[in-house]
């Protein structure tokens, strides 16, 4: 799994991030919603299911590729 560091105007609903603080994972999760102008988007988180607000400042927003699903036996 392959994760780069992007900016809030480069982020786009259905794409998967993480977001550290510090060096430790604190969300990771599907972007739902992102306004740009004000640098905010929010995640539905995977851990939890819940959907969180997320500011670029405070923390470091990695997009991640997600890994290709294995096909169910026939």
């Not at 969180?52 to 405070?58: F, G, I, T």
């Amino acid at each position: 799994m392959e994760a780069r560091r992007v900016l809030t105007g480069q982020l786009r609903i259905g794409d998967q991030i993480e977001a550290w603080h510090n060096g430790k994972l604190f969300h990771r999760g599907r972007v739902t919603d992102v306004v740009p102008a004000l640098e905010l988007f929010w995640i539905l988180d995977a851990r939890t299911g819940a959907r969180k607000l997320l500011d670029p400042e405070a923390l470091e927003i990695r997009h991640v590729e997600e890994q290709a699903k294995p096909l169910a036996p026939a």
